[in-house]
């Protein structure tokens, strides 16, 4: 059986996509995207391989999407100037909201899908799992580079604030909704992260 040509598998994706923001992930089945896009079980089958397959190939293609919005206006922002440190974790905390104004079912579909119930199915492909790993480091790789740029550190306390500014306040001020977060909340969360950045991280601690 002929696998889909590549346009066909971002149509098959975009519309699992779809269907886990609007029913919930355990909608998506290969029997429900078939009948909703009238390609065969069997093509399906011979391009992702499982349903795990599937909805990983999914959620990666959307947080790779989402990494490089991320990156990118890491690197604007550190290109701008005095300061330019300051407002590189401030672009960070605020690129989930930008990708859900430039991506809103895709934004969607990272707050839906959890990638740790990806990784829990048995039949998810071993090198699919490897790529999902792999983003965690590429997210560290950000948090180092911001702790460095800020204090020239790379310890755990520094890289722990990092993360409450780009993971944890995004998470408690924008993911909370389902539409695109408002200009407002957007600002309480620049004032927020600017806040925190005012405090000099705790020093590392050291192993007797």
């Not at 790779?64 to 005095?82: C, H, K, T, W």
């Amino acid at each position: 059986m002929p696998r889909p040509r590549t346009h066909d598998l971002d149509k098959l994706m975009d519309t699992a996509e779809q269907m886990a923001v609007e029913f919930g992930s355990a909608a998506v089945t290969v029997r429900a995207l078939s009948q909703a896009t009238s390609v065969s079980n069997g093509a399906i089958y011979h391009a992702f391989g499982s349903r795990a397959g599937l909805m990983g190939q999914v959620w990666l293609r959307a947080a790779r999407r989402f990494l490089a919005l991320q990156r990118d206006a890491v690197d604007n922002a550190l290109a701008a100037g005095p300061q330019s440190a300051v407002e590189a974790v401030v672009a960070a905390a605020d690129a989930p909201a930008e990708y859900s104004v430039l991506h809103p079912i895709s934004g969607r579909f990272l707050m839906t899908v959890d990638r740790a119930e990806l990784l829990g199915a048995s039949d998810l492909p071993l090198e699919m799992a490897d790529e999902l790993n792999a983003l965690d480091q590429a997210l560290t790789a950000l948090f180092l580079r911001l702790s460095r740029e800020l204090w020239n550190r790379a310890d755990r306390e520094s890289v722990a604030v990092i993360r409450d500014c780009v993971v944890e306040l995004p998470t408690a001020l924008l993911l909370r909704g389902r539409r695109a977060p408002e200009t407002a909340v957007r600002e309480r969360l620049a004032a927020a992260v600017r806040a925190v950045l005012t405090l000099t991280p705790p020093e590392p601690h050291t192993r007797s």
